[in-house]
């Protein structure tokens, strides 16, 4: 393999998480205001109790941003999400 061909792999590879996390965000967040909702929570994930929501919601404004998810699913207080 050439070094673009492996650079290429390398960066799809590092990217791909995030483009994931990406299109499950979009996903859940059901009325596109780019947040979501513990209604909008609790739809896409019924299996996850409401308290690792509210623990998921650094700021307590009641949603969470694709920070916030993106953060508590590192930390592992959040699934990942399935899109």
Known sequence: MTK???ATGLA???ALPGLAL???FAA???NGDGFITMSEFQQ???EVPSESFMEADANADGA???EELAAAQEAG???PSEG
């Open 44 to 46: 896409a994930m019924p």
């Open 22 to 24: 990406a299109a499950d």
């Open 4 to 6: 673009t061909t492996l």
């Open 64 to 66: 969470l941003s694709e």
């Open 12 to 14: 799809l590879t590092l």
């Open 77 to 79: 207080t959040l699934p």
């Open 28 to 30: 859940m967040d059901g």
